[in-house]
Every structure is written in structure tokens, then in C-alpha cells.
């Protein structure tokens, strides 16, 4: 059975920082991609970062290109999100998920999912 487990959300001031964990299980880095999305009130869900990591490729959307950082350390089976810069417009629910075999932008084509993990940014 996979399992996605994400952490590391919370409350943080604008301009802070925040590092989201997303352990998985029942699924193996080298095929699937790992994506981190997020759904802010009142919006669509968007892919916002993504990982493949069996060759290191990474992609982001603009919106926080440059502020963000995936990573992952397969020997935890962990895919990290390092936030920086935070601004008010990041607060949202943090989803990552797993999509076979490439990292998509579609948010439909992720087929395993987390339960998410809050983030705030107060200003």
C-alpha cells in the first residue's frame, strides 16, 4: 500500500521559512516522481514543485521559483520543501503526491496523495 505523510506545516510570518517532509512508503523514488502541490482558499489545487529523483530533475511553477527548494534523501524515502521568503498568498493546504513516471503539471495525473499539512503566512 503506498503512504504519502506529509509534515512541517505551521503558522510563520511573512519573509520566514518553513521546511515540509513528505514520507512515503509502498513506493520506490526511482519511478515515481514526487510532486509538492497546494490548494489556497477559495482556489484550484496547483503543482507548485517536483522531484524525479533518479536523475535529480526538478521543476517549479513561477510562483515560487527561486523562494522554494525540493530535495530528497532516498535513503529516508523523504522528499523535503524548503520555503523561503514566505508571503501571505503561499498560505494553503501543502499536498505532496506521486505520479508515475515523470513529474507532471497536471494535478490529475498524480495517482497517490498525502492528507496535506497547513501552512500560514500571517503578515
Known amino acids: 500500500e503506498v503512504q504519502l505523510v506529509e509534515s512541517g506545516g505551521g503558522l510563520v510570518q511573512s519573509g520566514g521559512s518553513l521546511r515540509l517532509a513528505c514520507r512515503a512508503s509502498?513506493?520506490?523514488?526511482?519511478?515515481?516522481?514526487i510532486g509538492w502541490l497546494r490548494q489556497a482558499p477559495g482556489k484550484e489545487r496547483e503543482v507548485i514543485s517536483c522531484?524525479?529523483?533518479?536523475?535529480?530533475?526538478?521543476t517549479y511553477a513561477d510562483s515560487v521559483r527561486g523562494r522554494f527548494t525540493i530535495s530528497s534523501d532516498n535513503g529516508k524515502n523523504t522528499v523535503y520543501l524548503q520555503m523561503n521568503s514566505l508571503k501571505p498568498e503561499d498560505t494553503a493546504v501543502y499536498y505532496c503526491?506521486?505520479?508515475?513516471?515523470?513529474?507532471?503539471?497536471?494535478?490529475?495525473?498524480?495517482?497517490?496523495w498525502g492528507k496535506g499539512t497547513r501552512v500560514t503566512v500571517s503578515s
Open positions: 503526491a506521486a505520479d508515475y513516471p515523470f513529474c507532471s503539471t497536471r494535478v490529475s495525473n498524480y495517482q497517490h
Open positions: 509502498g513506493l520506490s523514488f526511482e519511478t515515481y516522481a
Open positions: 522531484i524525479m529523483s533518479n536523475d535529480g530533475f526538478t
